[in-house]
T-cell receptor
């Protein structure tokens, strides 16, 4: 079993749609969680951290369920520019070890 | 954007030749990382550094070595390149602060390496 699992998609949605991605992780000791965005042939970029209480950044909402070891990302009012691969990222183990485990990513295509 | 550059950005080499990739940061961050990204595998950690001359292995370190003689530079060397090392290589850095800011990593633009 992979340490971080994501549905690879692709998710094809029309502009303006709401889309949700899910991710599960296997290490119950993980303390830090992130969503990264990666455009084709570019480097991953930090989209947002994920906090236990849930957090929002504009059209993006992230949720964490520690009991189920599950992370989600909700994108509202999708834009063409949201088309990218979204990586779920979890740190390995407890404490600030800095070692991150990356999911393989979920691809989003937003259509006009 | 974090001040991270990688060189070269593209390289084609032959099996058996040594290759060195360079990562340079202007952020004075303590932690630096080398990853490779391949289809079906996602990003995998090769080596990382937690300070000058302090390095450690990641999950796919075989065939790679690293050096960090200055805070700003982290070098990845393929001693004798093989076709299985054809990949996209990303360098990343993380801050030396506390909590979340220390853990999140920021990536360079990547190096596309082809080993023939």
């Amino acid at each position: 079993r992979k340490e971080v699992e994501q549905d690879p998609g692709p998710f094809n949605v029309p502009e303006g749609a709401t889309v949700a991605f899910n991710c599960t992780y296997s290490n119950s000791a993980s303390q830090s969680f992130f969503w990264y965005r990666q455009d084709c042939r570019k480097e991953p970029k930090l989209l947002m951290s994920v906090y236990s209480s849930g957090n929002e950044d504009g059209r993006f909402t992230a949720q964490l369920n520690r009991a189920s070891q599950y992370i989600s990302l909700l994108i509202r009012d999708s834009k063409l520019s949201d088309s990218a691969t979204y990586l779920c990222v979890v740190n390995r183990g407890s404490g600030n070890t800095g070692k991150l485990i990356f999911g393989q990513g979920t691809t989003l295509q937003v259509k006009p | 954007d974090a001040g991270i550059t990688q060189s070269p950005r593209h390289k084609v080499t032959e099996t058996g030749t040594p290759v060195t990739l360079r990562c340079h940061q202007t952020e004075n961050h303590r932690y630096m990382y080398w990853y490779r990204q391949d289809p079906g595998h996602g990003l995998r950690l090769i080596h990382y550094s937690y300070g000058v001359k302090d390095t450690d292995k990641g999950e796919v370190s075989d065939g790679y070595s690293v050096s960090r003689s200055k805070t700003e530079d982290f070098l990845l060397t393929l001693e004798s390149a093989t076709s299985s090392q054809t990949s996209v290589y990303f360098c990343a850095i993380s801050e030396s602060g506390r909590g979340e800011r220390r853990i999140a990593q920021y990536f360079g633009p990547g190096t596309r390496l082809t080993v023939l």
